[in-house]
């Protein structure tokens, strides 16, 4: 492949944790990375992507509302436009997790996306409401995942295998 592939990061966070798990992502990716908040993401993105990291906190058992604003403004331009397209997730968690993880794979079902990495949910273990609304730090283990993750994830698009 002559030119780099563009891993479109897509990321939200209200904490500072899913922003640094996409930071850290990012740095994984090198050249390949396409790092864009959720606020700033058009349909037009998207399409120009070879693949998708998608990084969020879950809040109230589901994606952040701005996320899905990100998704909402895409999905109807996108359909039929990104099939077979490689994606996989972090989800930056207080305790669960997977009902934003499920929320993204059923969007990403209709676009016909292939999620090529297991899901990750860092579990923050933030409990009370001064926890979850604080400055979140991320474990050097979750940030490592997420860095290698987004290696994996620009080297197996520049392979041509994703």
């Not at 090198?30 to 790092?35: E, N, T, V």
């Not at 001064?130 to 050097?140: G, Q, T, Y």
Request: hydrophobic share 50%.
């Amino acid at each position: 492949m002559d030119e780099t592939p563009r891993l479109l990061i897509l990321w939200h966070s209200r904490t500072g944790a899913s922003e640094a798990l996409a930071r850290a992502a990012a740095q994984g990716a090198g050249d390949a990375a396409w790092l864009v908040a959720a606020g700033e993401a058009e349909p037009d993105m998207l399409l120009a992507a070879d693949g998708f990291l998608f990084i969020c906190p879950e809040n109230l058992g589901s994606m952040s509302g701005l996320m899905k604003e990100a998704f909402d403004r895409a999905y109807y331009p996108l359909l039929g436009r990104v099939e077979g397209r490689a994606y996989a997730t972090i989800i930056a968690a207080g305790s669960d997790g997977e009902g934003a993880q499920r929320q993204i794979d059923r969007i990403v079902i209709g676009w016909r996306l292939r999620r090529v990495a297991d899901p990750v949910i860092v579990n923050l273990a933030a409990q009370t409401p001064e926890a979850i609304a604080a400055p979140k730090r991320v474990p050097d283990d979750a940030l490592t995942l997420a860095r290698d993750l987004g290696a994996a994830l620009a080297e197996g698009l520049r392979l041509g295998v994703m």
